[in-house]
């Protein structure tokens, strides 16, 4: 059995930030939009809302973004991700005030940044 990433959904609160953080710095286009419904949301996760969301697909990694005021955080969550200049990903992230940050690991450096509705990325190079 082989398992593979199909997507990672996470929660923002507006579109404009979520364009920035995976069009603008990622570099991956939004693909498509849609709205699950308050009986399907409460069904799969306990929120009796419509919630808009969006597909951003570069068609290696996928990210479903879904749209709510209220963010709830979990402390270890993370996505690690490959990209590939870590150099340039910290210059385009300064660009947009985020603030990319190296955690010394024994002789490694680790490299993480945290995107507008604080969501927690590791950073490597391809």
Request: proline share 2%; glycine share 4%; hydrophobic share 35%.
């Amino acid at each position: 059995m082989t398992t593979s990433l199909n997507h990672i959904a996470l929660q923002y609160q507006n579109k404009r930030d979520a364009k920035i953080f995976f069009s603008d710095i990622l570099g991956i286009p939004k693909t498509r939009s849609f709205t699950v419904s308050a009986d399907v949301s409460k069904e799969i996760f306990g929120i009796t809302k419509n919630v808009d969301v969006d597909v951003f697909d570069n068609g290696i990694i996928r990210f479903e973004i879904f749209y709510m005021v209220d963010i709830h955080h979990s402390s270890f969550s993370h996505i690690c991700i490959e990209v590939e200049s870590k150099e340039k990903f910290i210059q385009t992230c300064k660009k947009y005030k985020l603030n990319p940050y190296i955690i010394k690991k024994g002789e490694k450096e680790l490299l993480f940044a945290k995107d507008f509705s604080n969501n927690l990325y590791e950073i490597k190079n391809k």
